[in-house]
Nanobody, 126 residues
């Protein structure tokens, strides 16, 4: 059974930092391209950041320079370090995993990801 378990969300003031973690099980982690999406008010989930099997990264424009995605293959875990947080970053953040044979590919689309975590709330107060 595939599981993605997020942690690290919470309430923080604008300008603060949070680090999200996502522990995976049930799949060979090294074969997964990983990412984070977020959902604020409304039904759409927005791509935030992705990291390929080989460590290539890609970010949504509004988080470039503030967020950093990383992975630890030994711990089957992906992280999202979020600095200089803004109220508009407030959302439920979802960890995602996608199987791909392309080591360098960063998956960016909702449909590329096979597995989703349950989400963790991030609230940034002004």
């Amino acid at each position: 059974q595939v599981q993605l378990v997020e942690s690290g969300g919470g309430l923080v003031q604008a300008g603060g930092s949070l680090r999200l973690s996502c522990a995976t099980s049930g799949l060979p982690f090294s074969r997964l391209s990983m990412g984070w999406f977020r959902q604020a008010q409304g039904p759409e989930r927005e791509f935030v950041a992705g990291i390929s099997r080989s460590g290539n990264t890609y970010y949504e424009d509004s988080v470039k320079g503030r967020f950093t995605i990383s992975r630890d293959n030994a711990k089957n875990t992906v992280y999202l370090q979020m600095n200089s947080l803004k109220p508009e970053d407030t959302a439920v953040y979802y960890c995602v995993a996608g199987s791909t044979i392309r080591e360098g590919a960063v998956l960016k689309k909702h449909v590329d990801y096979n597995y989703w975590g349950q989400g963790t709330q991030v609230t940034v107060s002004s």
